[in-house]
């Protein structure tokens, strides 16, 4: 399945540069994020991330926060596997 192809080690750099954000709490959740999960990414992950590093640093904290949920285009199942992912704690 295309989607459970695991990205290689340029595709999850380049992913994981892509999420720097200006905000330390958005980059902790991240890190974590990256730490846990990063050496097994899928497509389906990284189109869910890529989703979620559209929004601006203050609507993804309230998703990480779980202030909001996912509305409109980040409503897909992509973005909440990987949000469920990124708000587990260690």
């Given at each position: 399945?295309a ?23 958005n ?15 899928t ?12 929004l ?26 990987v ?6 704690r260690?």
């Amino acid at each position: 399945m295309a989607d459970e192809m695991l990205l290689d080690e340029r595709e999850v750099a380049i992913l994981h540069w892509r999420c720097r954000r200006g905000l330390v709490e958005n980059d902790l959740f991240l890190e974590r994020f990256f730490a846990n999960h990063g050496s097994r990414l899928t497509t389906r992950q990284a189109r869910g991330l890529t989703i979620l590093m559209d929004l601006s640093d203050n609507d993804l904290l309230d998703l990480l926060l779980r202030r909001k949920e996912p509305q409109g285009e980040t409503d897909t199942e992509e973005v909440k596997e990987v949000l469920e992912q990124l708000r587990q704690r260690a």
